[in-house]
């Protein structure tokens, strides 16, 4: 099992390039699936998750393959409609197929994802609505076997999941007649995968918006296409300058799409620049801890996949900071590490505590999930000595050779 090892101390100074956004690149890989020819993609990440998508494609029948970030995927011979337990369990996101395969070939057979590092997730909205879009869906033994071409029909979601949000575009899009969805997601990488979906003939309106208005089509086609940058990951590499004291430009940055992110980091006394699509962050002397609570919130509210980068930062800032997390049940998971290189954060249910020290100091601990993960590599940076990070797996399944991206800044790190 790899681990990271870091020594601490050092300000990262440096320019980065953006990696394309694994959240984006999952969806559109499955959307690939619908489309009669080849797809090209292009600033697609390599990443676990990533190839994790292509098994599944491969196995279907697909033809995926890699050339540096450019990924080719030929979806002209799906021979294959049910994915085995082993493939579905890679990562948590393969319930997405489900949409993808039933629109392609009018059945699948998928498997429940399991109880998962940020707690329970459940995937009743994906199923009820794909059965009010027609699919007959039976549950055996933790395998859903679905069948249907489907139609459209009007969906009002209790919640705006984004996996469910991408299911039903993923179904709609090639069923027959309309399909409405109110309450939708409105995170940046349903508007991606609907510019993928569009550029392949998908007919789809109101996407960035709570309401997605979606005209079945028969055919799509194939197209090359450009998967969006990773606000997620931008977020993480600005929250590990600004805790290292030191400064970053972020190019290949989404500007408009991480701004809930950076008005809270902008709270902490950095100085934000943006500029097309580069972010320029200079964090002098030690941070101020976020007066308001930071609240998770669907977007466009403060993203809950950035609370954990974040609170690693605030860990050494000036004052007391509170996290309210309230879209994953257990996503608090990577305290306990951070509390063990000093930290000092209460966690009481939806709400953590987190009360600025001066210092850090180096510890071995383990990975919890990705985004914990890279919160424990931020606290690293920032401790006193050297830290040992297990259970690595995590943080590769989102974030492109993290290691050289911070030795890229001046950091000190390395993989073992
Ligand atoms: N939920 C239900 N029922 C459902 C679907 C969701 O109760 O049928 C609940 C979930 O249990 C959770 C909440 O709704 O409490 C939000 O779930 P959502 O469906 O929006 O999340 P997701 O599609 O499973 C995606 C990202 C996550 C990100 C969330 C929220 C991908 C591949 N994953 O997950 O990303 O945190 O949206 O923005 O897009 C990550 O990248 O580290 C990550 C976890």
Known sequence: MQKFIITGGRKLRGQLAVQGSKNSALPIMAASLLCGEECVLWNCPRLTDVYAASRILNHTGCKCSFSENTAVIDPKDVTETSIPESLMHEM??????????????????????????????????????????????????????????????????????????????????????????????????????????????????????????????????????????????GATYLAMTAASGGEIILTNACIPETEPFLSVLEQTGCSIYTNRDKIYLRSGARLNAVKERIRTMPHPGFPTDAQAVLMAALSVADGTSVFEENIFDCRYRHVDALVKMGADIQVMGKIAVVKGVKGLCGADVNATDLRGGAAMVIAALTADGTSTIGNICHIDRGYEKMEDAVRLLGGDMRRS
């Open 92 to 233: 948590r996101s393969s319930i997405i197929f489900m949409g993808a395969m039933l629109g392609r070939t009018g059945e699948c057979t998928v498997s429940i994802p399991g109880g998962c590092e940020l707690g329970p997730r459940p995937i009743d909205m994906h199923l009820a609505a794909l059965r009010k879009m027609g699919a007959d869906i039976r549950e055996e033994h933790g395998r859903i076997i679905c069948c249907g071409k489907g139609h459209g029909a009007k969906i009002s979601l209790a919640f705006p999941s984004v996996g469910a949000t991408e299911n039903i575009i993923l179904y709609a899009v090639t069923a027959d007649g309309e399909t409405v969805i109110n309450n939708a997601a409105r995170e940046p990488e349903i508007c991606d995968l609907c510019g993928f979906l569009r550029k392949c003939g998908a007919d789809i309106k109101g996407d960035g918006g709570s309401s997605i208005v979606i005209k079945g089509k028969k055919q799509l086609y194939g197209c090359e296409y450009s998967i969006m940058p990773d606000r997620i990951a």
